[in-house]
C-alpha cells in the first residue's frame, strides 16, 4: 500500500506517523476476528520519506493512477529494512527533520545505512508509539 500527501498535510500534526500507528491500531482491536475467521491477523511494516513524486493517470477505458520518482524507490528501501532491524515503521532523517516533535513517540537512531540501489547512505530512525494513537 501507499499513501500519499501533499508535504503539507502529512507534515501537520505528524499525520504521516499517526496514520500508521492509526492502522495498526485498529489492525490490533479487530486481531480475534481476522485470528478466528482466517487464522492469522494482519501486521504492517511501512517506511516513511519525504520527497517529490510524479503522479499520472494512464489509461483510456481502464483508468490508473500511476506516482513515480526516486521518493518511491527510497521510501520503499525503507520499508525492506524493518525486518532486518525488527522494527514495524522506520523513518529517514530527512522526514525526521521536518515533522513536529512526534509527542508520544519514542525515536531511536538506527545509523546511516546503504539501501539497495543507492548509492548514497540514508540515515534512519525507528518509531515506537508509547500510548494508543486512536486514543
Known amino acids: 500500500m501507499i499513501i500519499t500527501w501533499p508535504a503539507s498535510r502529512g507534515l501537520r500534526g505528524d499525520n504521516c ?13 479487530r486481531r480475534s476476528y481476522y485470528t478466528e475467521k482466517y487464522g492469522v491477523y494482519p501486521r504492517v511494516k511501512a517506511g516513511l520519506h519525504i520527497g517529490e513524486a510524479t503522479v499520472g493517470e494512464i489509461g483510456v477505458i481502464k483508468k490508473d493512477i500511476v506516482y513515480s520518482g526516486d521518493v518511491l524507490n527510497t521510501t520503499s528501501r525503507i520499508q525492506g529494512e524493518c525486518n532486518k532491524y ?11 527533520d521536518c515533522l513536529s516533535g512526534l509527542a508520544g513517540y519514542t525515536v531511536a537512531p538506527i545509523g546511516e545505512i546503504q539501501l539497495r540501489g543507492k548509492t548514497e547512505t540514508v540515515r534512519l530512525h525507528s518509531v515506537v508509539a508509547e500510548r494508543d494513537p486512536a486514543l
Open 17 to 29: 506517523v499517526n496514520c500508521f500507528f492509526r492502522i495498526t491500531a485498529t489492525l490490533d482491536r
Open 86 to 96: 525488527g522494527m514495524a515503521l522506520l523513518i529517514s532523517s530527512e522526514l525526521l
